[in-house]
């Protein structure tokens, strides 16, 4: 029998705001940055002209991964991202209190996934660095499940994007599980894009929230969906 599930995103829900571990790594290692920047530039123009977030943000990770050269491989990408998620660490840009949830979730015996639309090699990377800097128990790391993007590094090209509800099917993957299964077994869903990369985690559970930041402040909300901050979901809601 598996334990329940408590699924975490990891930018803007774990990190703070504007630390956004595809974006820092994708750029840092790309062999033209301007040539990037205006990909996001015509991306950000995209979203705002109401075309589909999950069509055109597929588009931009593919532009971002052509970006990079013909010599990247998952491993530089994994390194680059754990020297990042260093520093986010040292200068304190992630939520204190969803750590706390998260080593307290474990404790409590519930099932930890990192479900994010970056990179699997980066939700592998901001995992281990957890540990490395102490945030997460050592003994913990084989009781969180990541799943990401996953990128034919060869190709180069996206094997499988995990926004929205596709982040569902790499939940599915992941855990081995059907589709249909994953609402039975989940008991709780955090997550910051309540319209867009979260939007198929938080409508697994009648317990789902929103971590408040400016941007989804004025987000409409499912019915089953709590926007407040982690301080209050540790003392409310756990």
């Not at 996934?113 to 592998?124: K, L, P, Q």
Request: with cysteine; proline share 3%; charged share 20%.
């Amino acid at each position: 029998m598996m334990n329940r599930l408590r699924i975490y995103d990891i930018d803007g829900t774990i990190t703070k705001p504007d630390h956004d571990l595809w974006y820092l790594t994708t750029r840092s290692l790309s062999s033209n940055p301007e040539k990037f920047d205006r990909y996001v530039k015509l991306w950000k123009q995209s979203l705002n002209n109401g075309e589909s977030p999950h069509k055109s943000s597929q588009w931009m990770m593919q532009k971002g991964i052509e970006c990079l050269g013909e010599n990247i491989t998952g491993h530089l990408i994994k390194q680059q991202t754990k020297e990042i998620c260093k520093d986010i660490i040292k200068n304190n840009q992630y939520y204190s209190g969803a750590i706390n949830h998260i080593c307290a979730s474990i404790e409590a015996n519930f099932a930890v996934i990192f479900s994010t639309t970056n990179y699997g090699e980066g939700a592998e990377a901001f995992l281990e660095i957890l540990v490395e800097e102490g945030l997460i128990k050592e003994h913990h790391q084989d009781k969180i499940i990541v799943s990401g993007s996953i990128i034919n590094w060869k190709t180069p090209s996206i094997t499988h994007f995990n926004m929205g509800k596709d982040k569902n099917v790499g939940l599915s993957k992941a855990l081995e599980i059907s589709l249909n299964q994953l609402s039975h077994y989940t008991d709780s869903a955090y997550g910051d894009d309540p319209q867009g990369n979260d939007i198929g985690i938080l409508s697994l559970s009648t317990k789902a929230f929103v971590i408040l930041n400016q941007k989804n402040s004025q987000v409409p909300m499912g019915a089953n969906i709590i926007r407040t901050s982690w301080q209050d979901i540790l003392e409310n809601y756990f």
